[in-house]
């Protein structure tokens, strides 16, 4: 990220998405990001992380549905070093246009997956699915 005073619009607009749900704080971590609900973290803002020049979010999923978005769309999706195992993806904001309702729906998930049950209800299920819409 350039040495600059200006935050990164696309962690501008995350962090607008992010700060809707309940209790959510932002840790800033050098030019990267974390959102956390309590002390879980529900999504990541990746800028060139460890020098692979991506920038992406990066949330959690259910058991075994990132390997499937990163199997469906490797364009978009990859699995992030170190917790793509642990079920979470990646999603490039780099290339091309993010669409940003379709990243309301992804982050809205990890959200609800990470949140307490109390928490978690409080938040509209908005689930994205293969091949676009909503569950």
Same mark, same amino acid.
């Not at 935050?7 to 607009?13: K, M």
């Given at each position: 990220m350039p040495k600059s005073s200006a935050?990164?619009?696309?962690?501008? #607009?995350l962090?607008? =998405?992010c700060q809707r749900f309940p209790e959510t704080t932002r840790k800033m971590h050098g030019s990267h990001a974390s959102f956390r609900v309590r002390k879980k973290v529900f999504c990541y803002f990746l800028h060139d992380h460890h020098g692979d020049g991506i920038v992406s979010?990066? =949330? #959690?999923?259910? #058991?075994?549905?990132?390997?499937?978005w990163a199997a469906h769309d490797p364009a978009r999706f990859y699995l992030p070093a170190y917790i793509g195992p642990r079920g979470w993806i990646a999603m490039r904001l780099d290339r091309g246009r993010p669409d940003w309702g379709e990243i309301r729906e992804f982050v809205s998930e990890s959200y609800r997956?990470?949140?307490? #049950?109390?928490?978690?209800?409080a938040v509209p299920r908005l689930k994205p699915r293969l091949g676009g819409g909503l569950s």
């Open positions: 935050e990164d619009p696309r962690l501008t #607009r962090t607008a =998405i979010v990066c =949330i #959690r999923t259910a #058991r075994g549905e990132n390997t499937e997956l990470a949140a307490p #049950r109390r928490l978690a209800t």
